[in-house]
């Protein structure tokens, strides 16, 4: 970890971050977490702290992140009264329901994608970190990109 | 300093070398979307895509166009011939029930056969390497199970995961590669050709209400039919001469196909709510996974709840998942032709109102 990379992140273009790593930061490596399947089919996330990520952002944190993943996850495929409503509901309509309505798994999974770009704003891009949403990996991992350090050069803009 | 002109865009909106692509809503700008190529048209499985990529199903559509034709043509023969004489003699719910199956069924085909089965989109090529990286490492031990196995334990049961080298991944459990298909399908059911599609997690359900209110229906029409003609000739005229005269072929074509259904689907639908109630596909109960035939100790199905219920609430009443194989979503802008996978990452420039598009 280099000393001065907060003091990099955090001056005036802390607001910029997010566009600052695209433009500028090039890929070091990608992690990627995968899925836990001791309790089932249902999606989980492994929340074993990868090694490469050791430098960047604490144990605790990643835990965290991963852990609010999962629960967003288990809400999404929890079976209850409102789930079998619904599947009740869309079998006596000959399931032309879904034509008008949102099914309540896809409700979830915008709020996670925003939980996962709050995430970035906040805690992952200042540290030269990007979480992308499963979903866009069929829900087999939780890619992590990490950036290279910045330590110097190409300060301004382009 | 910048004249920053850009607009805060969310994170997957953004490429860079290898990272994720555009989300489908798009965050780009609508006049370059006329020339962008969605990711169906670049979808690495054996499936055809229609209506913009809305509806797909499996290359070889098997005899779909025979199933739809014996229903459609078995019913309107029944509206036709076999109505109006019961509506007379017996009572005039009989095309209004027939109807609502019929539409029931009609319905429950189609969601069975344009749905994605829950297709799991192939690995990129990031993942791949990485999974490649994993196995190496753990061979270079000595006695571990064969590379290219992943065990798990689901339930305080012990579950092989294999390692697919199609779509480079190891498959999650109860996810088979179709070979038809040549696609990973989750919770895979089996390959069904009378739907020309995989069954599956997504369409499971579907399919199970299809040959469901498919006996309803063949049973249903079959009655009316034994009804009409035993009716007929009761009017002292005789069996025969009952069926001389509702036109012949008709009533023998309808009694025919409807005989030979009812069994064939009747025993269809009460295996497939024999694996409902005890959380099994086909591909299980085919292979005998969790009878024991394989292993040494007890084995039972991790997935059951056991409980009749519950099972049934979990395969038929769960949340449907999503598709993930977002084929109507956008490729990223590119500079060169597209791969074969789906994703392809380049780099895109923010800040510019237009996009260059080749």
New interface residues.
């Given amino acids: 970890a280099l000393p001065h990379l907060p003091a990099l992140w955090s001056n005036t273009r802390k607001t ?1 971050s ?2 600052d790593l ?2 500028q930061a ?2 070091a490596a ?3 977490v995968q ?1 836990d ?5 249902i999606c989980q996330f492994q929340t074993k702290f990868p090694s490469e990520l050791e430098t960047r952002i604490d144990k605790q944190q990643f835990e965290e992140t991963i852990r609010t993943l999962n629960n967003l996850y288990a809400e ?4 209850g009264g409102r ?2 409503l ?3 509901l ?2 006596v309509t ?3 329901i ?1 034509l008008c309505m949102e ?4 409700k979830v ?1 915008k709020k996670i ?1 925003k939980y996962i ?1 709050e995430q ?2 906040k805690i992952y ?1 200042p540290r030269g970190l ?4 499963p ?7 939780v ?1 992590i ?1 990490i950036f290279e350090d910045q330590s110097n050069g190409r300060i ?2 382009r | ?2 004249n ?1 002109e ?1 607009r ?1 865009i ?3 909106g ?8 555009p ?1 489908p809503a798009g965050a780009n700008d609508a006049d370059t979307r006329a020339k962008r190529r969605r990711k169906w048209e670049v979808f690495p499985g054996k499936n055809r895509f229609y209506c913009d990529g809305r509806i797909m199903v499996a290359r070889q559509s098997g005899v779909l166009p025979l199933t739809l034709g014996l229903i459609v043509l078995t019913s309107c023969l029944f509206f036709v011939f076999d109505c109006p004489f019961l509506v007379e003699h017996v009572t005039s719910c009989i095309p209004a029930i027939g109807g609502a199956l019929f ?2 069924v009609i ?2 085909l189609l ?1 069975t056969s344009f749905r994605d089965p829950g297709i ?2 192939r ?2 090529a ?2 791949a390497a ?2 490649e990286k994993q196995i190496d490492d753990s061979a270079s031990s000595s006695y571990r199970p064969p590379p290219r196995t992943l065990e ?4 305080q049961q012990v ?1 092989k ?1 294999k390692y697919c080298f199609t779509c480079k ?1 190891f498959r ?3 996810t088979s590669h179709c070979s038809l298909c040549d696609n990973c399908v ?2 895979f059911d089996h390959h069904c050709p009378w739907v020309g599609n995989c069954v599956g997690k997504r369409n499971y ?2 399919f199970y ?1 299809f040959i469901v209110s498919l006996s309803f229906l063949t049973a249903f029409i079959f009655g009316c039919v034994t009804t009409h003609l035993t009716l007929r000739s009761q009017g002292g005229k005789g069996l025969i001469t009952a069926v001389q005269e509702s036109p012949p072929s008709c009533t023998a074509l309808e009694l025919i196909v409807c005989f030979f259904s009812v069994w064939s689907i009747l025993g269809l639908s009460g295996f497939h709510t024999y694996l409902v109630a005890s959380n099994l596909t086909t591909n299980e109960d085919i292979k005998g996974s969790w009878s024991g035939n394989s292993g040494v100790q007890n084995t039972v199905n ?2 059951s709840y056991n409980n009749i219920f519950a099972n049934c ?2 395969v ?7 598709s ?3 084929r109507r979503g956008f490729l990223p802008t590119q500079e060169s032709p597209p791969a074969a996978q789906p ?1 392809v990452e380049l780099p895109v420039f ?2 510019k109102s237009d996009l260059t598009v080749v």
Wanted: charged content about 20%; proline content about 9%.
């Fill in positions: 910029h997010l566009q695209r433009q090039s890929i990608k992690v990627f899925r399947y001791t309790t089932g089919t999404a495929e929890k079976l789930s079998y619904e599947g009740c869309a079998c000959a399931y032309t879904f099914t309540h798994y896809e999974l994608a770009q970035n704003d891009a990007l979480l992308t949403d979903i866009e990996r069929g829900l087999r991992v890619e990109t301004e803009g | 300093m910048k920053c850009y805060q969310e994170p997957q953004l490429g860079t070398p290898n990272a994720a692509p989300p539409a029931f319905i429950s969601q799991l989109p690995a990129t990031d993942e990485y999974t798990v334990i689901i339930n579950v995961l991944m999650p459990p109860r989750e919770r359900r579907f209400a991790p997935y609430c979990a038929l009443c769960a949340p449907l998942p999503p993930l194989i977002d994703q923010v800040g």
